[in-house]
């Protein structure tokens, strides 16, 4: 069974940094396309980026140009590197693999 962990959230001012990082059991991680979602309150949850098997990013409109979504395959892990952090950045975060497997997500607040 397939399990994702999510680490690195936390409390930041605007214009912040925060890397997330997504741990995966198994061993099919380095053969499927791997994600970031987040959810905001009272919003619904969102495509963040996602970073295919070959390493091909992709990011929401809101983030290009100040995340950055990575993959160790060897050490079974993805990352989410976020740069000038704003507060409209606030929200959990969640990883998540194409087979459809979730994280329990981490929290990101960036204060004004």
């Known amino acids: 069974q397939v399990r994702l962990v999510e680490s690195g959230g936390g409390l930041v001012q605007a214009g912040g940094s925060l890397r997330l990082s997504c741990a995966a059991s198994g061993s099919i991680f380095s053969s499927i396309t791997m994600g970031w979602h987040r959810q905001a309150p009272g919003k619904e949850r969102e495509l963040v980026a996602y970073?295919?098997?070959?390493?091909?990013?992709t990011y929401a409109d809101s983030v290009k140009g100040r995340f950055t979504i990575s993959r160790d395959n060897a050490k079974n892990t993805v990352y989410l590197q976020m740069n000038s952090l704003k507060p409209e950045d606030t929200a959990v975060y969640y990883c998540?693999?194409?087979?459809?497997?979730w994280g329990q997500g981490t929290q990101v607040t960036v204060s004004s």
């Open positions: 998540n693999n194409a087979l459809g497997t």
């Open positions: 970073i295919t098997r070959g390493g091909v990013t």
